[in-house]
């Protein structure tokens, strides 16, 4: 449980001066930090504003009424004047939705850990319902943004009040039924929070081979669904690995040295469940998913060096996951259908967005699919936030959305931006119907990968050749002995 809150001084004392020049009366937003269960704390970096929805509409606003107790009882009374009162309107689902989009954007050990609303202490209190209303935001971030995939069951509800001016901090526990009982008020303070980080970084190279038996291609699954199915299972392997941090194996200390770490991940040897486990007679089809993460964490100096490395392991998962949304999510809104059976090629480059929709069992031939690229973008006190970018983007969709979504303005020069990831993770589909080689399918880059596909059509036309000669030779041979046989018959 949070016990107590510190936010990062700098930070929120420019996101109040902010808030106290822009002439609103309320404001709604996103709570960017860290909740640490080994210190019992939250640590908050900054506070990013959600912003106008579709329409143009505030995330929120205050709806002004009257309320006249003496004109609802029919007399009027000089000791009783009437009451000016605001109650507080949020859009729940567009919060919810903001934070999605931004914990997409968010590294390893930075999270969507609450929600900040800029109100009057009158309005703030005015009602159940403004509470109500406060709480169902908090529950719908935390489910649009989950902290973990166990995820933590609480979040942040940080109130600035501007009359009179003061910041009040409460946590609130998250259940199926949200109650007034649910928050609870926790010590905040103002420090030095983002200049305490120590930053780590790991680049993990992975190769994925799931079989596709006849029982599961059977049921019409999607490559977006069985992707999902690939990183979640991936991700329990993944959490097993140890990790070596500047060559030295990691244990429970703390990191005492400055600089960015270097994360090395070490998965145990296991056996695996690739196409080998498998008799060729299951065997419809194989995917091979593989590529290169770059990954990034935040670590605050009081936290042991395994929390950097679990950081670390998830924020790998959530970037393969993002990386699988965004794909999906371009998908939906294609609506036209996809028709495969009307080419005749053996290997097809598919366009990128309908593939997550291809039903596996509808494939004939070998798909290819380019995952989005990640690119680091510079935030806060040298620290890192990412966006992904599809082959056919710029550098310029970043900038559009750092400044919708986070409210800054993205450096200029694109030779601050980190760009590791030279080759994006991807994924190759042997045709359905052909039982796959594992060792003939290992992406690894661009060029490998057309070589590839090129080595598995030729090597079939090859695989015939050496066949048919064996054939007429033989023929020959035998012709031959015939022909010597008949000969010497003659002369006896």
Known sequence: MVKAVIGDE?????????????????????????????????????????????????????????????????????????????????????????ARQVSRMLVGGMKVIGVYVWVSDNAFKNSTITLFQLLQTVKGVAEAAPVTETDWDERLLIHICYSPRRWTCRNCVLSSNITSSSIRPCDFKMGRVLSSLQAF?????????????HESASNAQTLGSILRHVISVHAKELRDAKAMIDGHLVGEELC??????????????TKKS??????QKDVAGVLVFGGSVCSYAYSNSKEPVMQAVADIKDDIIRSLQSRLDIICDEADEDPDP???????????????????????????????????????????????????????????????????????????????????????????????????????????SSLEKSRQVDMSV???????????????????????????GFVLARQK
């Open 10 to 98: 700098t930070q929120l004392t420019s996101a109040e001066d902010r808030l106290s020049q822009s002439g609103l009366t309320s404001q709604v937003g996103l709570v960017i930090g860290k909740l640490s269960s080994k210190l019992d704390r939250g640590f908050i970096f900054d506070l990013v504003p959600t912003p106008p929805n579709d329409a143009g509409e505030p995330a929120c606003s205050l709806l002004e009424t009257t309320k006249d107790d003496n004109k609802r009882k029919g007399f009027k009374s000089k000791s009783q004047p009437a009451v000016d009162s605001s109650s507080l309107n949020i859009d729940s689902d567009w919060v919810a939705e903001h």
């Open 458 to 484: 030729e090597s079939s036309r090859q695989s015939n050749q050496p066949f048919n000669f064996n054939v007429f030779a033989a023929v020959c041979f035998l012709l031959f002995a015939i022909l010597v």
């Open 256 to 269: 005492t040295t400055d600089g960015t770490h270097e994360v090395e991940l070490l998965l145990p040897f």
């Open 338 to 444: 996809i028709d495969n059976d009307g080419k005749d090629s053996r290997v097809e480059k598919l366009p990128e967005k309908p593939v997550p929709r291809l039903v596996l069992n509808s494939l004939r031939r070998t798909c290819l699919l380019s995952f989005p690229r990640r690119v680091f973008v510079p935030w806060l006190a040298g620290t890192f936030i990412c966006d992904y970018l599809q082959p056919s983007e710029t550098v310029g969709v970043l900038k559009e959305h750092c400044v919708e979504l986070m409210s800054m303005e993205a450096p200029t020069d694109p030779s601050t931006y980190l760009q590791p990831e030279v080759e994006a993770p991807s994924l190759i589909t042997e045709s359905f119907w052909d039982v796959a080689v594992p060792n003939h399918f290992a992406p690894v």
């Open 201 to 213: 970084r790991c680049t993990y190279n992975f190769k994925l081979r799931l079989p596709v038996t």
């Open 274 to 279: 690739l196409v080998e486990a498998s008799s």
